[in-house]
């Protein structure tokens, strides 16, 4: 869906500053058909049409994939049957389309099925000074003309994402131990879950 700002950039970038159309596409990576029809049109707002794929070879055998899929449900994690295998079930029923179809009819019955439709989402949120991040990373640095492997250690308050970053030769305790020293001195403290 294209907003009213999408719609004036568009329109401006062809009336204002006289780009062409080729142009405009390849910036903003839209069709050519879509940027046509903004400027030709005085409408401030439009809608793309999703295109629904229907499947003709799998709607015979939809009621049996569904009724192996409920069977299926009712088996032990481990000895479930995959998609590639419910598609080899179909085959050998006379089935001859595509496995991609028949996975994505698998994916839906699971999301909505096993799942239960329910997916969750915990935010994580800190208090200032509850806690931080450390992290070992691999970085390469000129040091003295001469390009050297290190070894970076990053630390990161979790409430405020500010972040120090140390670079020593290895991994060892010391090098842990200066790190979160160096941590503390920048930050001014250590947080209350160190």
């Given amino acids: 869906m294209f907003i009213v700002e999408s719609i004036a950039k568009i329109r401006r970038m062809y009336h204002v500053e006289k780009r062409s159309i080729k142009a405009i596409t390849r910036e903003l990576k839209i069709s050519k058909n879509t940027v046509r029809k903004i400027i030709r049109s005085d409408a401030t707002e439009f809608a793309l049409a999703k295109y629904t794929k229907n499947k003709p070879v799998l709607g015979d055998y939809l009621s049996l994939l569904n009724e192996l899929l409920e069977e299926n449900t009712k088996e032990p994690l481990r000895r479930r049957m995959t998609s590639r295998k419910l598609y080899e079930q179909l085959q050998e029923s006379g089935y001859q389309g595509s496995y991609e179809s028949v996975n994505l009819v698998v994916k839906k019955f699971r999301r909505i099925n096993e799942a ?11 208090e200032p000074g509850e ?45 842990v131990m200066s790190a979160h020293e160096e941590a503390f001195k920048f930050f001014g403290g250590c947080s209350t879950h160190c």
């Fill in 116 to 126: 239960k439709g329910n997916q969750v989402f915990i935010p994580l949120s800190f």
């Fill in 131 to 175: 806690s931080f991040q450390f992290d070992w990373g691999e970085e390469e640095i000129c040091l003295n003309g001469v390009i050297v492997r290190v070894k970076a250690a990053r630390i990161k308050l979790c409430y405020s994402r500010h972040s120090l970053v140390v670079v020593y030769p290895n991994e060892q305790l010391e090098m």
